[in-house]
């Protein structure tokens, strides 16, 4: 299974960026999905989470402002990201947990992709 991460960039601050990651591999079924965000020097930390049926969880510094999707056809999940500010500057991360096997849960991450936020 491979998780692939695109739509990050450079954007003023204010501004907006929509990233993607799709999953591929052998996949019986996805279940909860997430992306991540590591700053340098800093700990990787969880921006939002999204269930298989839809229930969503986020950040406190990014509630309001960011919006986590998913499309279980297409095994990929979206992060709209809105209001963007230089301390949301990092790489993005997905993850998620894979169902590979009808009794085998195994959980992914993808290669990341990198947010810079100027001010």
């Known amino acids: 299974v491979q998780l692939q991460a695109s739509g990050g960039g450079l954007v003023q601050a204010g501004g907006s960026l929509r990233l993607s990651c799709v999953a591929s591999?052998?996949?019986?079924?996805?279940?909860?999905m997430g992306w991540y965000r590591q700053a340098p020097g800093k700990q990787r930390d969880l921006v939002a989470s999204i269930t298989s049926g839809g229930s969503t969880n986020y950040a406190d510094s990014v509630k309001g402002r960011f919006t986590i999707s998913r499309d279980n056809a297409k095994n990929t999940v979206y992060l709209q990201m809105n209001s963007l500010k230089p301390e949301d500057t990092a790489m993005y991360h997905c993850n998620a947990d894979v169902r590979i096997r009808s009794w085998v849960t195994q959980n992914y991450w993808g290669q990341g992709t990198l947010v810079t936020v100027s001010s």
């Open positions: 591999g052998n996949i019986r079924s996805i279940n909860g």
